[in-house]
C-alpha cells in the first residue's frame, strides 16, 4: 500500500533562483521516497517556499486544508512569522516534517461570510476598508447586542498569528495563538460628539459572531481583503466574522515558539 504521509505538494512564486536551489531538494526527498505531487488536494504536507506572504497565498491557493501539514521555507536572510524553515538547511527538515512523532502546532483561522452568499477562511486578517477619500460607518454587533457604530476609514480583524501583523501596526495587543479568540482593531475612527467608539482594539471569544453592517445607502464602496488578497466582490451589506473549526496545522520546532518569533523580530 502508498505510504500517504510521504506526498508533498510545494507552492512558489516560481522564481528561477528559488527553483534551482530547491531543485537538490526535490531530487533527495524523492530519492528518500517522497511524490512531489503537481496538484495539492491528495498530499500531506504543503510547502510554500518564500516569505510570510507566499505562505498566506500558498493556503488560500490550497483551500486552508485541515487534514495536512503546512511548512513554510524562508528564502531570504529575514526572519518570518509562518516560515520555520530556510532554504539553505531544509532538506533534512523536510524529510521529517511527516514523522508520526513530530509535534504539530494549530493556529486558529476566521470564517468570513458576505451578505449570506460568499464566505472564505483568514489566517491573518479580514479587512474592511474606504476605497474613497471619504469616511464610511459600519454598525457593529457582538452576537445580537448592538454595539456601535463606527465611522472612519476601516476595520481590521485578526487572528491570534496575525495579531503581530496589520493588527499590531494598528496598536493591537499581540495573543497567544493557543487562545482561540479574535481581535478588532480601529482604522482611524473618528470620535466627536455625533460618532463614539470604543477607540481601542477589543478581543473576543472564539464562541462569539462578529457583525458588521454597512450603512444602507452608503455609496463608498469598502475595499475588503483576505490576508494579502483583495475581495473582487464591491457591493456589500452585511458582514459576519466567526473564528473557524478548521484551524490550520504546521510543524512545531525547538526554539521556535510563537513568543521567540515575537521577540526575535520585535526586541
Ligand atoms: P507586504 O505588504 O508585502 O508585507 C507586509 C509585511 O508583513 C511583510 O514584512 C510580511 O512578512 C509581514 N507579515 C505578514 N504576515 C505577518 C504576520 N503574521 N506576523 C508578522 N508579520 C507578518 O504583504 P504580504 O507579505 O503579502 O503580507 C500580507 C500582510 O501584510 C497582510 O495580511 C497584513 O497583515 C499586512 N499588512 C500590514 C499593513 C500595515 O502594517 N500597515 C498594511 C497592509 C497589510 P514577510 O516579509 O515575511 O512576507
Known amino acids: 500500500m502508498e505510504d500517504r504521509r510521504k506526498l508533498y505538494f510545494f507552492y512558489d512564486e516560481k522564481d528561477e533562483t528559488v527553483f534551482s536551489k530547491m531543485q537538490p531538494i526535490y531530487t533527495m526527498l524523492e530519492e528518500k521516497g517522497f511524490t512531489i505531487m503537481s496538484q495539492p488536494n491528495e498530499a500531506n504536507a504543503i510547502i510554500s517556499v518564500g516569505e510570510d506572504g507566499t505562505f498566506l497565498q500558498a493556503l488560500r491557493k490550497t483551500g486552508f486544508r485541515n487534514d495536512c501539514l503546512y511548512a513554510g521555507v524562508s528564502v531570504t536572510d529575514e526572519t518570518s512569522f509562518y ?17 508520526t512523532e513530530i509535534e504539530v502546532r494549530k493556529y486558529p483561522t476566521i470564517h ?15 479587512s474592511l476598508r474606504s476605497s474613497i477619500i471619504k469616511t464610511f460607518a459600519v454598525d457593529v454587533f457582538i452576537d445580537d447586542l448592538y454595539f456601535e457604530t463606527f465611522r472612519g476609514d476601516g476595520l481590521v480583524v485578526s487572528t491570534p498569528t496575525g495579531s503581530t501583523a496589520y493588527n499590531k501596526s494598528l496598536r ?41 453592517r454597512i450603512a444602507p ?29 478548521k484551524p490550520i496545522k504546521t ?6 515558539s510563537f513568543w521567540e518569533k515575537v521577540q526575535r523580530t520585535f526586541l
Do not use: W
Open 217 to 245: 445607502g452608503d455609496s463608498s464602496y469598502p475595499v475588503m481583503g483576505m490576508d494579502n488578497e483583495a475581495l473582487s466582490i464591491q457591493h456589500v451589506e452585511r458582514v459576519q466574522i466567526q473564528l473557524s473549526d
Open 83 to 99: 516560515c520555520d524553515f530556510h532554504i539553505d538547511h531544509a532538506d533534512k527538515a523536510l524529510a521529517e516534517i511527516t514523522h
Open 251 to 256: 510543524v512545531k520546532l525547538k526554539n521556535n
Open 112 to 126: 468570513v461570510t458576505i451578505d449570506d452568499e460568499t464566505s472564505f477562511y483568514c489566517l491573518n486578517e479580514f
Open 172 to 212: 493591537g495587543a499581540v495573543v497567544d495563538p493557543m487562545l482561540p479568540c479574535y481581535q478588532v482593531s480601529e482604522l482611524a475612527s473618528l470620535n466627536n460628539n455625533s460618532y463614539r467608539t470604543l477607540g481601542s482594539p477589543f478581543i473576543l471569544s472564539g464562541n462569539r459572531t462578529l457583525t458588521l
